[in-house]
């Protein structure tokens, strides 16, 4: 599990880093598909990463609004210091977590439990998927977009 953490967090800085030939104006535009942006799919990969694990640790969540963070430099920034909370716990992790439950709501109201694995996995999947969509922005945007390949990043 800590490999494709790992994996995800490399992406990530690739695509910061590709980020910083874009404008703003591009940064920030709306686009089809996904939540928003560009920059606004990097905030929010970011806040969903943290508030998961947040929640596994019985921590609260984080809430603000995209709006407070609206430049890459915030974003970057929100990213490091959310990693230097999450690293730990992810370093940490062990097949007896696997089966542990957090209790949740739906957004229904409803009382749901996750197995701490599949919220692992599903933090993981949730961030490859915003990547194929930044994959598909930047062709339309005229730019090469970060390469998803797991082979070839030095995790093994």
């Not at 404008?23 to 990969?45: A, C, M, P, Q, Y």
Request: proline share 4%.
């Amino acid at each position: 599990m800590l490999k494709l953490f790992e994996y995800n967090w490399q992406v990530r800085q690739d695509w910061f880093a590709w980020c910083q030939d874009v404008s703003e104006e591009e940064l920030l535009k709306k686009r089809t598909g996904g939540i928003g942006g560009i920059l606004h799919t990097l905030f929010h990969v970011v806040d969903v990463e943290y508030s998961w694990l947040c929640g596994l640790q019985g921590k609260p969540e984080f809430t603000e609004p995209f709006e407070s963070y609206a430049s890459l430099p915030k974003v970057i920034d929100l990213a490091a210091r959310f990693h230097e909370e999450v690293h730990p716990f992810v370093q940490s992790w062990t097949d007896e977590m696997e089966l542990k439950t957090l209790a949740d709501v739906s957004p229904k109201g409803e009382p749901v439990t996750f197995k701490y694995g599949e919220i692992m996995r599903h933090v993981i999947a949730h961030e490859i998927h915003h990547m194929g969509q930044l994959s598909v922005w930047s062709r339309e945007i005229g730019k090469v977009p970060v390469t998803a390949n797991f082979i070839r990043r030095g995790l093994y």
